[in-house]
């Protein structure tokens, strides 16, 4: 089993940053995948990032890309997602997710066995 907590989310203003952490506990993230998603009232849940944490790839959203950076803290088995230039529509509810690391699922729900509980991130305008 693997418990999975998530920390860091809040309420920034437009343009300002946040870091997300999710931390595991009952084994390692050694051959996982840990991605993040969200989710906002009334849509579907949506892929943000992911990291292979054994070979270090990463993996991003196209509203991701280029603003969100993934990555990963060995000693402390933990992954983070440093977000920066915020925007209102990142406003959700962010989740960390964990499952075995196969090719073509990152970005996908199913792919994942362990979600922690999410973080609230308010990006106001």
């Known amino acids: 089993q693997v418990q999975l907590v998530e920390s860091g989310g809040g309420l920034v203003q437009a343009g300002a940053s946040l870091r997300l952490s999710c931390a595991a506990s009952?084994?390692?993230?050694?051959?996982?995948?840990v991605g993040w998603f969200r989710r906002i009232p009334g849509k579907e849940r949506e892929f943000v990032a992911a990291?292979?944490?054994?070979?270090?790839?990463?993996y991003y959203s196209v509203s991701a890309k280029g603003r969100f950076t993934i990555s990963r803290d060995n000693a402390k088995n933990t992954v983070h997602l440093q977000m920066n230039s915020l925007k209102p529509e990142d406003t959700a509810v962010y989740s960390c997710?964990?499952?075995?690391?196969?090719?073509?699922?990152?970005?996908?729900?199913?792919?994942?066995?362990?979600w922690g509980q999410g973080t609230q991130v308010t990006v106001s305008s």
């Open positions: 009952g084994r390692t993230f050694s051959s996982y995948a």
């Open positions: 997710a964990a499952g075995p690391a196969k090719a073509g699922w990152y970005s996908l729900p199913d792919g994942y066995d362990y």
């Open positions: 990291i292979n944490w054994s070979l270090g790839n990463t």
